[in-house]
């Protein structure tokens, strides 16, 4: 069974620091072009940050001005997303996809997460 699971979502302060984990069973992440997408309520979907299948390329929105880094672990299967300074209007459900194409495009990725909700909030 293909499966995406995301973890690491919380209530924090502004300012803080999160590292959101996405992790995968039945198939490997390593094969797949990784996106972190967000969305907020009322909001759309959107883009956060993506990963190409090597590693080697990475993309982030252009709000997201050096405060986060995404990153592979092959050897867990994993990917992760550490943000950092994080702000109120960061807060919003965040979800890791697998797809084959390196792009912004939510439906161009295939398989989802269910998402891990982050909330920035004094």
């Known amino acids: 069974q293909v499966q995406v699971v995301e973890s690491g979502g919380g209530l924090v302060q502004p300012g803080a620091s999160l590292r959101l984990s996405c992790a995968a069973s039945?198939?490997?992440?390593?094969?797949?072009?990784i996106g972190w997408f967000r969305q907020a309520p009322g909001k759309e979907r959107e883009m956060v940050s993506r990963?190409?299948?090597?590693?080697?390329?990475?993309h982030y929105a252009d709000w997201v001005k050096g405060r986060f880094t995404i990153s592979r672990d092959s050897a867990k299967n994993a990917v992760y997303l550490q943000m950092n300074s994080l702000s109120p209007e960061d807060t919003a459900v965040y979800y890791c996809?697998?797809?084959?194409?390196?792009?912004?495009?939510?439906?161009?990725?295939?398989?989802w997460g269910q998402g891990t909700q982050v909330t920035v909030s004094s």
């Open positions: 039945g198939f490997t992440l390593d094969r797949f072009v």
């Open positions: 996809a697998a797809g084959p194409y390196y792009s912004d495009y939510v439906a161009l990725y295939d398989y």
């Open positions: 990963i190409s299948i090597s590693g080697s390329s990475t």
